[in-house]
C-alpha cells in the first residue's frame, strides 16, 4: 500500500483533476500535477503543477522520479507516456484501457466482444463507408468522430446522405461511426470502483438529462426499476472485469423505449454523473480513485440520501451567476472549479440538492438552476442580488 505522506502523479489538470487532488490532499498525500495550461484548476491547488505537454520527456522524468504512483484525469492523452511512467512507476489506469478506449471503433468492438448490446453503427474511414454506413444504419443517425469527442463535440445528426457527408468533409474526413439515432426513454450511468484484486464497489445508478449533448443534471438514484438498475450494475462490472481494470470508471447506458439497456461508452475515470458522490455517499468517486491507486481496501460506497446534481457551465456567466440562489438553500451544496474564463458550453461548476424526497430534489434543483439567471427561488427567502 502507498500510505499518506507520498506524492501522487495526475496527468491533467480540469475539474476531475481538482476534485482527486482535494481528496489525495485531505488524506495526506502530496499531488504532483502534469497539464500545459499554466492556469489549470488542478494545477492551482496540487503541491506541485510541472507546466509542460503530456508527452515532454524533462516533464514525465520528474513524474517518475518524485510520484509513488500516477494516475489520469482523461483519456484524450498519449498513451505512450503511460507506457513510459509504468516502467517506473505504478500507474492506473493502464495505457492500454486508455488506448482502447479513447477511440470509439475499437472501444465499440470491445464492448460487442464482451457479449454485451450497443446501438446499431458502422464504421467509417472513407466516403464509400459512409455511402455504406447510411445504407446499413438508415436514418436519421448520428455521425462520431473516432476520437477527440466529448460533451457532444465531435457528433453531428444525420437527417441525409448529404448532411452525412458535409459533416464527414468538415471533419477531415477522420475515421468516425454512424449510429442510428435512438428514441429513449432515458440515459444512465454506473461508476464503479475497482482494486488491483478485483475487489469492487459499484454507486448507485444515476439518471441523466442532457442539453446540446452536455450533461445537465443527474439524479441518484436513477428513477428506474430494481431489476434494470441491477442489470446495469452488472453489465458495467463485466467491462471493468475483461478490461482487468484498476481504478473509477464510468459506464454510460441507453435505455430505449422498449426498455432495452445498450452501452453508449466507457470513461476510464471518475465521471460528471458521479459527482454527487460527494455529498451525498459515504465515499467520493474521487476518494475511490485515490483509494484504487494507492492499492487501499475501497472505501463504502453507499448512497446516504437522494440527491441531484446540476452542471453550471459558462453561459451563467455572461450576466454573472446570482450565488445567492444556491448558498442560501439548506439543502444545496455548490462546488466552482477555480476556472478564470468562462465560456458557453464550459464547465465552471455544479451544485448538489439532498434530500429524503427524490422529488422534492429534483423540483428544488430546478428551480435553483433558473433562479441562478436571475429569477428568485419559489418559496425561498433567498432573492437575487443582481441588478435588474
Known amino acids: 500500500m502507498i500510505l499518506p505522506g507520498s506524492t501522487l502523479g495526475l496527468l491533467g489538470g480540469g475539474q476531475l ?41 524533462q516533464a514525465l522524468n520528474r513524474i517518475a522520479t518524485t510520484c509513488a504512483a500516477v494516475t489520469t484525469e482523461f483519456e484524450n492523452l498519449p498513451a505512450t507516456a503511460l507506457d513510459q511512467l509504468a516502467s517506473e512507476r505504478r500507474v492506473q ?24 448490446p450497443t446501438a446499431d453503427y458502422a464504421v467509417v474511414r472513407t466516403e464509400t463507408d459512409l455511402h455504406a454506413a447510411l445504407d446499413a444504419v438508415g436514418l436519421p443517425a448520428i455521425l462520431k468522430r473516432a476520437a477527440f469527442g466529448y460533451d457532444g463535440k465531435g457528433q453531428a445528426r444525420i437527417e441525409s446522405p448529404d448532411q452525412a457527408l458535409a459533416a464527414f468533409r468538415a471533419w477531415g474526413e477522420v475515421p468516425c461511426v454512424l449510429e442510428t439515432r435512438l428514441t429513449l426513454d432515458r440515459e444512465i450511468s454506473v461508476v464503479l470502483a475497482r482494486g488491483d ?37 452488472d453489465m458495467a462490472l463485466r467491462l471493468a472485469e475483461a478490461l482487468d481494470y484498476c481504478g473509477v470508471m464510468a459506464v454510460e447506458f441507453f435505455i430505449d423505449r422498449s426498455g432495452r439497456l445498450l452501452v453508449n461508452e466507457i470513461a476510464p475515470r471518475p465521471h460528471n454523473s458521479g459527482h454527487y458522490t460527494l455529498d451525498a455517499c459515504v465515499t467520493s468517486q474521487f476518494e475511490q480513485q485515490v483509494r484504487a491507486l494507492c492499492g487501499l481496501p475501497l472505501g463504502s460506497a453507499r448512497q446516504l440520501t437522494p440527491v441531484v446534481m446540476v452542471n453550471l457551465l459558462g453561459d451563467l456567466w455572461a450576466k454573472g451567476p446570482a450565488w445567492d440562489a444556491v448558498l442560501c438553500q439548506p439543502n444545496a451544496r455548490l462546488h466552482l472549479y477555480g476556472k478564470q474564463q468562462a465560456r458557453p458550453g464550459r464547465k465552471m461548476g455544479h451544485f448538489c440538492v439532498l434530500n429524503d424526497d427524490l422529488e422534492a430534489a429534483l423540483s428544488e434543483a430546478t428551480a435553483i438552476h433558473a433562479a441562478l439567471s436571475g429569477e428568485p427561488v419559489p418559496g425561498s427567502r433567498a432573492q437575487s442580488s443582481r441588478p435588474s
Open 197 to 233: 484484486d478485483g475487489a469492487s464497489t459499484l454507486f448507485p445508478v444515476a439518471e441523466n438529462q442532457h442539453v446540446n449533448g452536455i450533461l445537465h443534471l443527474s439524479i441518484a438514484p436513477a428513477r428506474i426499476a430494481d431489476g434494470l438498475a441491477d442489470q446495469a450494475r
Open 17 to 57: 483533476g481538482r476534485m482527486f487532488t482535494q481528496a489525495a490532499r485531505r488524506m495526506g498525500y502530496r499531488v504532483a500535477v502534469l497539464d500545459p495550461d499554466p492556469d489549470s484548476p488542478a494545477g492551482r491547488c496540487a503541491d506541485e503543477h510541472l507546466c509542460a505537454p503530456y508527452d515532454d520527456p
Open 93 to 116: 489506469p493502464s495505457a492500454q484501457a486508455l488506448r482502447l478506449t479513447q477511440e470509439r471503433i475499437s472501444e465499440k468492438q470491445f464492448i460487442r466482444d464482451t457479449g454485451l
